[in-house]
């Protein structure tokens, strides 16, 4: 989730992430913001800490707090002294990250923050032989490199975050596509499909991702 009221750079930041395989749901102002951050499950927020509405980044760091959401939360805004920083952190802020910045910080402070809650596992996400770098985005199994499309890439990333978590239909449409998109649940089938094809059926070894029926979808050894 990207709260950036300058368009622009809401923007700018929204299609740079969509390039890196992630979906990204944008909100203009404070209020638009905190109401979707508090109804919905993020992986992770972009703050704006200046912003129209009534509210701004500080109090809606300090109300998701105070609804027991963990999410992660970098903040990004022109204050930069020591002060905005210290006052940002403390209202439930897990990065600091100063106007102007650049895309690829940006970026690997989010790969950074994604990391800590799937207990630091690192570039590399991994069940069995088969491997997805969230880096170089690169995908093998049994030291052979698969392709993937980005929408594929996201799915199999969820997939391999929460492995051996039994995931349902409705938990991969919130993580995987944005809050805008049409998407049916045959849509997830779909894709399970491509997946399926190019990690299990190329393979001669077991399959990874496994059905279960009226529940949703899990991968595991």
Same mark, same amino acid.
């Given at each position: 989730?990207?709260?950036?009221?300058?368009?622009?750079?809401?923007?700018?930041?929204?299609?740079?992430?969509?390039?890196?395989?992630?979906? $990204?749901?944008?909100?203009?102002?404070?209020?638009?913001?905190?109401?979707?951050?508090?109804?919905?499950?993020?992986?992770?927020?972009?703050?704006?800490?200046?912003?129209?509405?009534?509210?701004?980044?500080?109090?809606?760091?300090?109300?998701?707090?105070?609804?027991?959401?963990?999410?992660?939360?970098?903040?990004?805004?022109?204050?930069?002294?020591?002060?905005?920083?210290?006052?940002?952190?403390?209202?439930?802020?897990?990065?600091?990250?100063?106007?102007?910045?650049?895309?690829?910080?940006?970026?690997?402070?989010?790969?950074?923050?994604?990391?800590?809650?799937?207990?630091?596992?690192?570039?590399?996400?991994?069940?069995?032989?088969?491997?997805?770098?969230? $880096?170089?985005?690169?995908?093998?199994?049994?030291?052979?490199?698969?392709?993937?499309?980005?929408?594929?890439?996201?799915?199999?990333?969820?997939?391999?975050?929460?492995?051996?978590? $039994?995931?349902?239909?409705?938990?991969?449409?919130?993580?995987?596509?944005?809050?805008?998109?049409?998407?049916?649940?045959?849509?997830?089938?779909?894709?399970?499909?491509?997946?399926?094809?190019?990690?299990?059926?190329?393979?001669?070894?077991?399959?990874?991702?496994?059905?279960?029926?009226?529940?949703?979808?899990?991968?595991?050894?």
């Amino acid at each position: 989730m990207v709260i950036e009221d300058e368009r622009k750079i809401a923007n700018s930041v929204k299609r740079g992430l969509e390039q890196e395989s992630y979906a $990204v749901d944008v909100a203009y102002d404070g209020e638009e913001g905190l109401n979707s951050a508090l109804a919905a499950e993020y992986d992770l927020i972009v703050l704006d800490r200046m912003l129209p509405g009534g509210i701004d980044g500080l109090e809606i760091c300090r109300e998701i707090r105070k609804g027991g959401i963990k999410v992660p939360i970098i903040m990004v805004t022109a204050k930069d002294q020591i002060r905005d920083r210290v006052s940002g952190l403390d209202a439930g802020a897990d990065d600091y990250l100063v106007k102007p910045f650049s895309f690829e910080e940006l970026l690997a402070r989010i790969r950074a923050l994604l990391r800590r809650p799937a207990e630091s596992l690192g570039t590399a996400l991994v069940v069995a032989d088969l491997s997805l770098d969230t $880096v170089t985005h690169e995908v093998a199994r049994a030291d052979k490199k698969i392709h993937l499309s980005r929408r594929e890439f996201s799915l199999l990333e969820y997939l391999l975050r929460n492995a051996g978590r $039994v995931l349902s239909k409705d938990d991969i449409i919130s993580h995987v596509w944005d809050f805008d998109a049409d998407v049916l649940p045959n849509t997830v089938e779909v894709y399970m499909g491509y997946l399926r094809k190019k990690i299990d059926r190329a393979f001669k070894g077991a399959n990874l991702i496994h059905t279960l029926r009226g529940f949703g979808y899990k991968i595991s050894e």
